[in-house]
């Protein structure tokens, strides 16, 4: 990615000491993974860092003068609906470790969840020389952290419909529509349909956040359908061949579908799991509950405990 260089001197990256994000669940906390398996749109996120800030040398290295005011910035963005918002604007003391914030609604993200902390100009500064940033806003550092909301049927749009009237099988649980290409936005190309008249399959998509055993067991069998039908449509001839070329455009269900693979089979090619599934189907398959079995048993080992 290119970007763009601003008109102006900026600090060392050094001088701003920025910790990992930490993600606050009820009594739990702890840095902020890569990718959220379990979320769902009614999970809220309530993320913190520390940030320290070597003022004084920043206003030098840049030319502005001693007494420039300097905020820290937050926003965050949802990649699937390009949504974002600022979080928190803190101002910069002296010698003093900041603490940001970012309160995110479940209801409003989907795909990735994209949070960046910017170091910025408090106010207009006249000073004439070249080469110094001059408005409020004007960004001396900036990072940015994603992290991709890899739930499945909680993240999806998911339709509790009477399934004789919608032309599906009236007995069936649920019911899943699959992208046509690969260009397809990832937060909409798979749409999962429940059965109005199934309560268990019902409540326990309402209750994913915190499902009972019961419930989680129905969710698990739901995902792993799920994943099957992803895999296999992945590993369709003319799809598999052009995966690789979505893997840049992240908010895509190709991109989507790369990363599913790559989680799942990080040892093996696209093309080696189509020959697998091409001359021993049964194997094939198994060989994709053990690899969630695997993921699921890694995610399990990977939660956050509880702080002492």
């Known amino acids: 990615m290119i ?53 004084a040398r920043a206003r030098e290295e840049v030319g502005l003068p001693a007494e420039t005011p ?28 900041l603490t940001v914030t970012a309160d995110v609604r479940g209801v409003t993200l989907g795909g990735a969840l994209i949070l960046t902390t910017r170091l910025v100009l408090g106010e207009d500064n006249s000073s004439p020389k070249p080469f110094v940033a001059r408005y409020a ?18 993240r999806l749009p998911t339709y509790v419909v009477d399934f004789a009237e919608a032309g599906f099988d009236p007995d069936a649980r649920w019911h899943v529509e699959l ?21 268990e399959i019902v409540n ?19 995902e792993s359908d799920l994943t099957h039908r992803l895999i296999d449509t992945a590993l369709r001839p003319d ?21 599913l693979l790559r989680q799942l089979f990080p040892h093996e090619s696209p093309e080696t799991l189509a020959a697998l599934r091409d001359s021993d189907p049964g194997r094939f398959h198994s060989h994709i509950q053990g690899a969630l079995r695997r993921m699921r048993s890694h995610r399990d080992d990977n939660a956050i405990s509880p702080t002492v």
């Open 3 to 55: 970007r763009a260089v601003p008109p102006y001197l900026l600090p060392s990256r050094d001088v701003v000491v920025a910790d990992v994000w930490q993600l606050h669940d009820d009594a739990a906390v702890g840095p902020l993974p890569p990718f959220l398996p379990d979320w769902d749109y009614s999970t809220d996120l309530h993320l913190t860092r520390k940030v320290k800030i070597d003022a």
């Open 70 to 97: 300097l905020f820290v910035t937050v926003e965050w963005k949802a990649a699937a609906s390009q949504t974002s918002a600022r979080a928190c604007r803190v101002s910069v003391l002296e010698g003093i470790e």
């Open 137 to 154: 806003g004007d960004v001396l550092y900036e990072d940015m952290v994603r992290t991709e909301l890899q739930g499945t049927a909680g």
């Open 179 to 199: 992208p046509t290409t690969l260009a397809e936005p990832a937060a909409s190309a798979v749409r999962i349909y429940l059965n109005v008249r199934d309560t």
């Open 204 to 222: 326990a998509a309402r209750k994913a956040a915190a499902p009972t055993t019961a419930q989680q067991h129905l969710l698990t069998w739901m």
């Open 239 to 259: 799809w598999r061949a052009m995966l690789s070329d979505y893997s840049d455009d992240t908010d895509t269900i190709g991109a989507s579908l790369g990363t």
